[in-house]
């Protein structure tokens, strides 16, 4: 794409964030792409036979419309990433070639995501494996699927919300054959097996990200975007389960989850891990533990007494 025309879209796409009202709907333009992008079969009208045919649509490029709707992205019209040649079908084959834009493209920059940081999480994510394993082909949108994207962990109050958003997005691959291979030669390897290491895994992958082992934590940053090597990920569980666990700088540092511990429901997700050793003490079990500690002292002096009285 040519330079001008990439500033030209720029442009106009800067005029879409000053639109008045944010919409939750899907712009009307766009019921002519999901009518078919939306649905397991579409109807073409047959110049040769002068029919009507259904045909089945490709699963891989059916949309979710309500995923649309709550991304980011909502308010744009496909062609407004697409190429307008797209209104036609049959689509013309060279638009396979289209370069689509990518995060930075848009982003990079702009004051007005100055708080994300797009900068810096690229030159992070140009140290990580994904990265150098690609020769380019592993790009942002590999896991950050721009139809569907909203920012999770700075806006939800919910840890297993955040968790599972951001973990689905490494599952999407690692547990799938098909777009494992669009990156990658190799075989996927088993993550089951992989972690066979790690007690109750279903458990910890509902309450962890993968990236809380995967990268190291950059303080600055919101979400660490270097994903190391196997050999460099964290495998010690005093990192987590111990008074000063790691994810107090990871995944509990965001302020949307702390602000609960107003109502004291955040002392309630560190104190729930009754199992991050030494994170919490419940005084009421130490109180117990105490009074059943004295009554049995008590019982074997009394015991003792007795024997001693009897002989
Ligand atoms: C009549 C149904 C129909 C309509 C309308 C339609 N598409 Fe498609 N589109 C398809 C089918 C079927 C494919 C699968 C590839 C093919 O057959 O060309 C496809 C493929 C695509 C692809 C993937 C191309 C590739 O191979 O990488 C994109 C992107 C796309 N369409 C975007 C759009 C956009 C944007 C619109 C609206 C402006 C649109 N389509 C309207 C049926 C349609
Ligand atoms: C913010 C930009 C953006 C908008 C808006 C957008 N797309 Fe896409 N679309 C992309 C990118 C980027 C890809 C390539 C994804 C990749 O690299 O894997 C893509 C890929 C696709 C594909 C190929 C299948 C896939 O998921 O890889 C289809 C089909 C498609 N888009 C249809 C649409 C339709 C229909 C709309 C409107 C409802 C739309 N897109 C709106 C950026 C966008
Ligand atoms: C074609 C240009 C374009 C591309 C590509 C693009 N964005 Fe956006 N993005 C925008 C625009 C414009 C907005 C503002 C939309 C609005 O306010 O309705 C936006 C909004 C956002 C927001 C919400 C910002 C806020 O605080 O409201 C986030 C987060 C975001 N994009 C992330 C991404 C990520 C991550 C990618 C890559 C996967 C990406 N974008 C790709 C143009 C783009
Ligand atoms: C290996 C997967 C992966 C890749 C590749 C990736 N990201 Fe992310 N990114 C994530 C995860 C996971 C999150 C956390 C999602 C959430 O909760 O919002 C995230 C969050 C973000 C956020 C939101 C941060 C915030 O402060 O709220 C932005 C912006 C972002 N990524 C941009 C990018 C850009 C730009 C690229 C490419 C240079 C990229 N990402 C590549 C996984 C990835
Ligand atoms: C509790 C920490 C922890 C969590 C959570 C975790 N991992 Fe790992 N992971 C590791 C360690 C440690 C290794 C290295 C294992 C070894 O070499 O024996 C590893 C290895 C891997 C490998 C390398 C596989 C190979 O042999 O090539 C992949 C891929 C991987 N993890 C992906 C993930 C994904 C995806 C998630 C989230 C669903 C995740 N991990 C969650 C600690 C973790
Ligand atoms: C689009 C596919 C894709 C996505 C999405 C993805 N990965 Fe990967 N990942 C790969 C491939 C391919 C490899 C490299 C295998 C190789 O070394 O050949 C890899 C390698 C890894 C490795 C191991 C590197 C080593 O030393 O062998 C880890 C750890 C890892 N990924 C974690 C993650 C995490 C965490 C996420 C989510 C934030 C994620 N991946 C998202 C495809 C993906
Ligand atoms: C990345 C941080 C992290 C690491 C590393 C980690 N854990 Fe955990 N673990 C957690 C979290 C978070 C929970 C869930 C606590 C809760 O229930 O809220 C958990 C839960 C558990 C539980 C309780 C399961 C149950 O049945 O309720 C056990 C046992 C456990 N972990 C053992 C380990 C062992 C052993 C290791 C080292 C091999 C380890 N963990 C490494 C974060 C971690």
């Not at 494996?129 to 999770?152: E, P, R």
Request: net charge neutral; charged share 20%.
């Amino acid at each position: 794409m040519s330079a001008t025309f990439r500033n030209l879209t720029f442009v106009v796409l800067l005029g879409l964030l000053y639109l008045p009202v944010q919409s939750q709907t899907i712009p009307d333009d766009n019921k002519h792409c999901l009518k078919c992008h939306s649905s397991q079969s579409f109807t073409i009208f047959n110049k040769l036979t002068e029919h009507n045919q259904r045909r089945l649509m490709n699963p891989l490029y059916i949309l979710d419309t309500v995923q649309i709707k709550t991304g980011v992205h909502h308010s744009f019209s496909c062609t407004d990433c697409h190429s307008y040649e797209y209104e036609t079908y049959p689509h013309n084959g060279d638009l396979k070639l289209e370069q689509l834009m990518t995060c930075i493209d848009c982003h990079g920059g702009d004051e007005t995501y100055a708080s994300y940081q797009f900068e810096r999480i690229e030159d992070e994510f140009k140290k990580s494996v994904h990265f150098k394993i690609s020769d380019g082909q592993f790009t942002c949108s590999k896991c950050h699927n721009q139809h569907y994207y909203k920012a999770t962990a700075r806006n939800s109050d919910n840890i297993k919300e955040i968790v599972k958003f951001s973990n689905d997005m490494c599952f999407s691959c690692h547990n799938n054959m098909i777009k494992y291979q669009l990156v990658s030669e190799n075989q996927n390897p088993q993550l089951v097996q992989v972690h066979d290491w790690l007690p109750n895994q279903a458990l910890h992958f509902e309450h962890v990200r993968c990236i809380e082992c995967h990268t190291i934590v950059a303080d600055s940053l919101n979400v660490s975007h270097n994903i190391r090597k196997k050999e460099d990920a964290l495998k010690l569980c005093v990192e987590c389960h111990s008074a000063n666990s790691m994810l107090q700088a990871s995944l509990y540092k965001y302020k949307n989850i702390q602000a609960r511990s107003e109502d004291g429901t955040f002392n309630s997700i560190i104190s729930n891990s009754s199992y991050v050793i030494g994170a919490y003490q419940n005084p009421i079990l130490n109180l117990l533990s105490l009074i059943i500690f004295i009554a049995t002292l008590v019982g074997i002096s009394i015991h003792l007494i007795f024997r001693i009285i009897k002989k």
